[in-house]
């Protein structure tokens, strides 16, 4: 299955919106990513598209409508689940650094050497997100964390138990081993 990232579709979208125009694009183009299935956003498509804003900007509908195959897995999951995948980003900012450290390296001697450098990379990408985490959280060098920290941590997600739950029960074997 391949997703397309919600948020780049989006702003794809709106790029060819003018800039008096984009509040009210966004917000008519907000029922086609937000619709419960793929059937109600393929009418929120067709409504947004005889709209006045679409009608104004066909692009932009045009974007929804090339990208739709790679944007309607989305709409396959729960509300709780969507929350979490809407972006890649977090992907994508990891992917690149994990590159820009196998770049400069010629080649390795073997599988481990790889694995152990993406490791190390991995732990030096998470302590200096960690440290910038402190740092708008306020926190002083001395300061005690209140949870014990975790290899990667990332962001507070809200509801993050309740897409968690709803990711063991559509991929259980993935999802179960973990937990």
Known sequence: MVQTCVVHLIRNAMRFVGYGQRKAVAAALKPIYQAPTA??????LEAFTTSE???ANPRAAAVFEDAWE????FLAFPTEVRRVIYTTNAI???NFQLRKVTK???HFP???AVVKLLWLAICNIEDKRARDREKERGLDRGAKRKAEGRLVEGQVVTNW???LEQLALVFPERVEPYL
């Open 39 to 44: 059937e109600a956003a393929r009418d929120a």
């Open 161 to 163: 138990k309740k897409a």
């Open 53 to 55: 804003p679409g009608r």
């Open 70 to 73: 790679r944007f309607t897995p």
């Open 104 to 106: 400069n390296r010629g």
């Open 92 to 94: 994508e900012s990891l």
């Open 110 to 112: 073997n599988d481990q």
